[in-house]
Nanobody, 125 residues
């Protein structure tokens, strides 16, 4: 099983930017997809973005499209979530996750087998 460690969270003002990282270890990350999800207090975990590790195809939630970018560095076994024009409603714990496949259902959290511990993102107004 692959281990995932997120980093890069923090406190930022509305309109600011952050880049989250997700480092995969334990074995070479040959998983088919890496996804990002978030969970705000009192709310269910929601999909943010996913990327096909091999081909680089991406899919982003409508709420972040145009503001967030997902990409990966295969040589470094690391995935990234670049967040710009952040809004207070983006405040949440962000989790990265790994899946053995990239499909039309890769927005579902039950498609992912491995999860990181999460990193807090707080956007002040």
């Amino acid at each position: 099983q692959v281990q995932l460690v997120e980093s890069g969270g923090g406190l930022v003002q509305a309109g600011g930017s952050l880049r989250l990282s997700c480092a995969a270890s334990g074995r070479t990350f040959s998983g088919a997809a890496m996804g990002w999800f978030r969970q705000a207090p009192g709310k269910e975990r929601e999909f943010v973005a996913t990327i096909a590790w091999g081909g680089g195809s991406t899919y982003l939630a409508r709420s972040v499209k145009g503001r967030f970018t997902i990409f990966r560095d295969k040589a470094e076994n690391t995935g990234y979530l670049q967040m710009t024009n952040l809004k207070p409603e983006d405040t949440a714990v962000y989790y990265c996750a790994a899946s053995r496949r990239f499909t039309d259902s890769s927005w579902r959290d039950d498609e992912y087998e491995s999860w990181g511990q999460g990193t807090q993102v707080t956007v002040s107004s």
